[in-house]
Nanobody, 114 residues
Framework: QVQLVESGGGLVQPGGSLRLSCAAS????????MRWFRQAPGKERELVAG????????NYADSVKGRFTISRDNAKNTVYLQMNSLKPEDTAVYFC???????WGQGTQVTVSS
């Protein structure tokens, strides 16, 4: 059974940092690129960052470049999203995705507010 479980969300002040984790199981993790998406209230889900299966390439939405870093540990079947210099507009539910298996996690809430 393919499963993705996100964790690490929470409430943080503007300028703060959070690290999201996504633990994968039930599929060959190292064979799949991984992505982080987010969805704010009333908005469409948007791609935040992606990483290739062997960590050879990454890509980011323009809105998070220079602030967010995606990484993965294939030995731990986990993908991470380090988020620095957070802004109120980063507030959203964050989802991880394994596109090769069309798998999604349940999401973790990130709220940036003073």
């Amino acid at each position: 059974q393919v499963q993705l479980v996100e964790s690490g969300g929470g409430l943080v002040q503007p300028g703060g940092s959070l690290r999201l984790s996504c633990a994968a199981s039930g599929f060959a993790f190292s064979s799949s690129a991984m992505r982080w998406f987010r969805q704010a209230p009333g908005k469409e889900r948007e791609l935040v960052a992606g990483i290739s299966n062997l960590r050879t390439s990454t890509n980011y939405a323009d809105s998070v470049k220079g602030r967010f870093t995606i990484s993965r540990d294939n030995a731990k079947n986990t993908v991470y999203l380090q988020m620095n210099s957070l802004k109120p507009e980063d507030t959203a539910v964050y989802f991880c995705n394994a596109p090769r298996f069309n798998a999604w996690g349940q999401g973790t809430q990130v709220t940036v507010s003073s």
